[in-house]
């Protein structure tokens, strides 16, 4: 699998910033929520989505002990080591130490990432020291 390019990848994600956030959601402009923002980011960066996307609770990944999204990213993306992950990567975030990786954004830069986050919609901001220890998995998209 080769590698989709990351700054192709960078100007698809963009073009969502300022879609409101909406659970479930996953429409440039009306309403996404992270794995909505990632679900558009492959339509057009790869193709239709491979398979469909069940419903989801917003407290889903609170308990459990299976990496949901990693697996389901696992089975389409190239993984690559958090350490290693550049511009235009798709990465998995804890939002709790301990809990499943549940967040989803795409980095866009070296300090930056871009992610859609309830009450804002989709942003782009700083990649704080926070936010990148919550990094648990990293994937690049595929060539189409």
Same mark, same amino acid.
């Given at each position: 699998? &080769?590698?989709?390019?990351?700054?192709?990848?960078? +100007? $698809? +994600?963009?073009?969502?910033?300022? &879609?409101?956030?909406?659970?479930?959601?996953?429409?440039?402009?009306?309403?996404?929520?992270?794995?909505?923002?990632?679900?558009?980011?492959?339509?057009?960066?790869?193709?239709?989505?491979?398979?469909?996307?069940?419903?989801?609770?917003?407290?889903?990944?609170?308990?459990?002990?299976?990496? =949901?999204?990693?697996?389901?990213?696992?089975?389409?993306?190239?993984?690559?080591?958090?350490?290693?992950?550049?511009?235009?990567?798709?990465?998995?975030?804890?939002?709790?130490?301990?809990?499943?990786?549940?967040? =989803?954004? $795409?980095? &866009?830069?070296?300090? &930056?990432?871009?992610?859609?986050?309830?009450?804002?919609? =989709? $942003?782009?901001?700083?990649?704080?020291?926070?936010?990148?220890?919550?990094? +648990?998995? +990293?994937?690049?998209?595929?060539?189409?």
């Amino acid at each position: 699998m &080769t590698q989709a390019e990351p700054d192709r990848v960078i +100007a $698809i +994600a963009r073009a969502w910033l300022g &879609t409101p956030y909406h659970d479930q959601a996953s429409l440039k402009g009306v309403g996404c929520d992270c794995l909505g923002l990632a679900r558009g980011v492959w339509r057009e960066v790869v193709g239709p989505e491979p398979f469909p996307i069940p419903p989801y609770s917003r407290d889903w990944g609170e308990t459990g002990p299976r990496e =949901v999204l990693a697996e389901g990213a696992r089975a389409m993306m190239i993984e690559v080591k958090t350490e290693a992950a550049g511009s235009g990567a798709l990465v998995l975030l804890r939002m709790k130490p301990r809990a499943i990786a549940k967040h =989803v954004g $795409i980095l &866009t830069g070296p300090a &930056t990432f871009l992610h859609a986050y309830e009450r804002l919609g =989709v $942003i782009e901001e700083p990649l704080t020291q926070s936010w990148r220890r919550r990094i +648990a998995f +990293a994937f690049l998209f595929p060539q189409r």
